[in-house]
């Protein structure tokens, strides 16, 4: 018996306001996921992005700043 089977099975056996709590249950993980997929798509294409704004970038010469090119000097 497959797991949706199985689910369908139990909340038949529920009282109707245990039915709707269920849905309303079901709604929620389901929207989540969803949030889930959009923020990992975002993340994904986040980090494309950076890639490609940074290509080339690696051989470039990484300025050394000492104390002295401070203009404030908080303490």
Do not use: C, N
């Not at 529920?14 to 923020?39: G, H, I, M, N």
């Not at 993340?43 to 690696?58: F, I, K, P």
Request: charged share 25%; glycine share 2%.
């Amino acid at each position: 018996m497959i797991v949706t089977e199985k689910i369908q099975q139990y909340v038949q056996r529920l009282p109707t306001s245990f039915q709707t709590e269920v849905l309303v249950f079901v709604e929620y993980l389901l929207a989540k996921a969803e949030s889930d997929t959009l923020r990992r798509e975002q993340r994904d294409w986040s980090g494309l992005s950076l890639a490609l704004a940074m290509h080339g970038m690696e051989d470039e010469a990484t300025p050394t700043y000492t104390t002295s090119d401070l203009k404030v000097v908080f303490a």
